[in-house]
């Protein structure tokens, strides 16, 4: 394998060599839509993102989780919610080597199955997708399957960054919360799957503190890359997780997904304007 300097030295020669437009177009996912509609259904295939042809930097491909890979064919384990229940993390490291070898046998290699939020309202649409209801509990176990699953050259995803617990207002409660609440209870799961290498991080529909996730500073920027040094790359949830352009690549958001909405073409011309500094848009592309 190659040392830490060496793929940073790769990293950026493919920045050098690469064009706004070609950066821009490795920050978010490509054609989700087309593909749903020739597969009629989700999870039928790994969906694509970033990556440029060019140059031969591969895209990433993401299946969905946690209770096994999405893509037909695989191996359905049973929840997290009753897998947190065994209290038995070797199991669970077991579950995410196979979930990892199943994605790369599918084509896929991002797994966005760490769920780890909180289970606080019974009414919550994944209730069943976390581990549980405690902070280090919860963490443990996705420490686990994230060892498990990036054993086999898979990313995975910790999700949904962060203190999302309610389902009916996801897309618009604003999460007001003070600092020790936060640090003791709704991030030490997060920081616990950083400190273990995952790989990336997906960002919450919610707000907090008045502002979306995913073009949340504070969380992103201040606490995630900055604080306790995450060095890969922030995705957003799939239906409106970005919001604004200029707000997201300022707060920290890596990859739009599943498609360039407010990326793309409207971030080209952002830093075209002047509006968005070059260098956070190496920072993303880097990362990736």
Sequence with gaps: GMTEDEIDD?????????????????????NFYLLLLKDRKFGVRAYPGGGVKRLN??????????????TPGSTCFPVSMARGATWDLLLEEKVGEVIGKEARAQGANLFGGVCINLLRHPAWGRAQETYGEDSFHIGEFGAAVVRGVQRHNVMAT???????????????????????????????????CIEEGCATVMSAYNKVRGEYCGHNS??????????????????????NGLRDTTKGILGGLDVEMPRAKYYGKKLEKAVKLGKVPLNLVNDSVRRI
């Design 158 to 192: 910790a999700k949904h960054y962060a203190a999302n617990s309610i389902e009916y207002s996801r897309h618009k409660v604003n999460v007001q919360i003070s600092e020790r609440t936060l640090r003791e209870v709704y991030l030490p799961h997060f920081k616990r």
């Design 10 to 30: 790769v990293a950026n020669k493919a920045l050098d060599m690469m064009t706004l437009k070609e950066k821009v177009a490795a920050m978010s996912g490509n």
């Design 218 to 239: 504070y969380l992103l920027r201040d606490i995630l890359k900055g604080e306790w040094g995450f060095d890969g790359f922030v995705h957003s949830d799939w239906m």
């Design 57 to 70: 930097i591969p895209p990433f491909l993401f299946t969905d989780g946690p209770k096994g890979v999405s």
